[in-house]
């Protein structure tokens, strides 16, 4: 017999309690099942084509039936289905690897972040549906109204740079110069962050917690990196350096996924510093 789920105490601050290790259960669940179901197709061997729309339609029909059992579910302690309507939109919609890839990095990125920050309440929220742009990668939040925005991303071996005049990211790879990063994702970030202060008033508790500021962070992932960039692009937030694009339409940190929990950390650390001084 499995052990009785823990479920973590309601919150003062939200309406909602979301249950960060049901949200870490069901990516993992997720992620089991996508890499059995798209390994299996790879070794389907070669068939008339209408056999081919068949088997195609067959596996629509799997997969859809899955995702939809997967929205059913309820990952909150008062029905919050937020994250299996944005999982069930996403995972239709994006091809089979970046599927995988998706929630693979996710599951790993909140792991980490589980372990350092799971005794100050911190809650976490992947793949929220957003009007009109991408869903949002992961929002968290610890009590106290203090919340953080992300957008996890790869170029595989490429190296990120800002154009400071152009207000652009752009990636190179190799001799060949730099391409611009299509879509912005500074960009969609900003969006994000607008749609959800002004639709999605309950993740934030109230009014107050909308008024809250929210660092809006793009994520590099494993073997992107960042180029080093001039000094005056660097803040410093609870005694550490990271870098910061001012831009219009709103200011983002870039950093890498193996900064993510000092960012955290130094984050939190500054805003007690604030709200105590």
Not at 253 to 270: G, K, Q, S, T
Request: charged letters at 25%; aromatic letters at 10%.
């Amino acid at each position: 017999m499995s052990p009785q789920a823990i479920l973590p105490i309601p919150s003062k601050d939200y309406p909602e309690t979301i249950d960060p290790r049901g949200v870490l259960h069901e990516l993992e669940t997720v992620e089991k099942k996508l890499l059995a179901s798209e390994k299996a197709a790879d070794y389907i061997a070669p068939l008339d084509s209408l056999k081919k729309l068949q088997d195609l339609e067959n596996e629509k029909d799997f997969m859809t039936a899955f995702y939809a059992a997967i929205a059913a579910a309820s990952i909150s302690t008062a029905g919050l289905g937020t994250f299996s309507i944005g999982l069930l939109g996403i995972l239709l919609a994006w091809r089979p690897l970046v599927r995988i890839q998706k929630i693979s990095r996710l599951t790993k990125l909140i792991q980490e972040i589980l372990e350092e920050f799971e005794d100050q309440g911190v809650e976490t929220l992947p793949l929220v549906k957003v009007q009109g742009v991408q869903p949002v990668d992961l929002f968290i939040r610890f009590p106290g109204k203090e919340f953080l925005l992300f957008a996890i991303r790869s170029f595989g071996e490429a190296t990120i740079v800002y154009n400071e005049s152009k207000q652009t990211l752009y990636y190179k790879r190799g001799p060949k110069g730099t391409n611009k990063w299509k879509p912005d994702p500074l960009m969609e970030l900003s969006e994000q962050a607008y749609w959800l202060k002004k639709n999605r008033r309950d993740l934030f508790g109230s009014s107050k917690g909308v008024r809250k500021p929210m660092p809006k962070v793009l994520v590099v992932w494993e073997k992107t990196q960042l180029q080093q960039h001039e000094d005056h692009l660097y803040t410093t937030v609870g005694g550490q350096k990271f870098l910061f694009l001012p831009r219009e339409g709103g200011a983002c940190y870039v950093i890498h996924h193996n900064e993510v929990v000092d960012f955290i950390r130094a984050y939190l650390m500054e805003r007690q510093f604030l709200v105590t001084s």
